[in-house]
């Protein structure tokens, strides 16, 4: 079954005007969704709208409110916030252009993935835009209206494609002043900062996000699969070794930075011999034919 696309619209660069269609670049369905259960029934629990000392009631009697102060509210009727909900924009302006290093990553808030009409004319517009984009290492930005509300737009180069990312407002980011000024100013030693530099070097590689998995996910499906096959479940007590934290440990911080850098050098020497050996192995066994 085709994707279906989010948005329809157009692209518009001053004078250069293409269509575009826009997809949701996430997916949430590999994500484990648990229900809440009655225990004694086996029921699934539902939620029925309740007010306060009136009990359940009907849906077209509910209204949103904004609350005002402690119980009491400002009501707004339905008709009244449609008169207010932006029209969807069909179009996006790229009015300013910026390097991507200058927006804070906090700002954004959801990737779609960007693609031309399937014409000839927005096929070769929507690549003299990708391609502009990359040549100068720069980010568009722009807005957009869709489904009542307005968005601020990063667009640049993703693959064959484009990725749009939807920005939030500058107020919904929180000031991390106020949380940060409680972190106590020390001085770090040199030679532990130089230890750490050290592990960060040795551990530094092109970023694969395949690499990481949800070890949570995997365990909660496995213990499923057996709940359901025979409700036997099986627990690993050995653990991975570490009793630092269970027992109250306290680790000395430079000890620690040279048992790891420490660590780390054996590895790479342990791999180092065991090619060695390999490549070793090789050139006899041939020898040997």
């Known amino acids: ?6 948005w329809k ?3 518009r660069l001053s004078l250069v005007n293409i269509g575009i269609e826009l997809y949701s670049a996430t997916s949430s369905s590999n994500r484990v969704s648990l229900r809440q259960i009655h225990k004694p029934t086996g029921k699934r629990i539902r939620y029925q709208k309740i007010a306060e000392g009136v009990g359940p009631v009907d849906t077209d009697e509910i209204v949103k409110g ?6 009491e509210y400002v009501i707004l009727e339905p008709e009244e916030l449609d008169e207010i909900k932006l029209e969807s924009k069909r179009t996006i302006d790229l009015v300013q252009f910026v390097e991507s290093c200058e927006i804070d990553p906090r700002y954004f808030e959801k990737p779609y ?4 009409r399937d014409d000839e004319v927005a096929a070769e517009g929507f690549t003299v835009i990708r391609d502009a984009l990359r040549k100068n290492k720069m980010v568009g930005l722009g807005q957009m209206a869709v489904r009542g509300r307005d968005y601020v737009v990063a667009i640049k180069p993703c693959g064959d494609g484009l990725l749009l990312e939807t920005l939030r407002f500058a107020d919904e980011i929180r000031e991390s002043d106020k949380i940060f000024d409680e972190i106590p100013e020390v001085k770090p030693d040199k030679e532990m900062l130089d230890l750490a530099s050290e592990l ?3 551990k530094t590689k092109p970023f694969k996000p395949e690499a990481f998995k949800s070890s949570y996910a995997d365990a909660l499906m496995e213990l499923i699969k057996e709940k359901r096959e025979d409700g036997a479940v099986s627990h690993d007590d050995s653990g991975d070794g570490d009793t630092s934290r269970s027992k109250g440990k306290v680790v ?3 000890e620690a930075l040279k048992k790891s850098v420490d660590k780390d050098k054996s590895g790479a020497k342990k791999k180092t011999a065991s090619k060695t050996s390999s490549r070793s192995s090789k050139s006899k066994s041939g020898k040997a034919a």
């Not at 993935?113 to 031309?116: G, I, K, L, Q, T």
């Open 1 to 6: 079954m085709a994707m279906r696309a989010y």
């Open 9 to 11: 619209g157009y692209l």
């Open 66 to 71: 904004f609350e005002t102060s402690k119980d």
């Open 113 to 116: 993935y960007v693609v031309p």
């Open 200 to 202: 960060i070097a040795r």
């Open 252 to 254: 000395d911080l430079m």
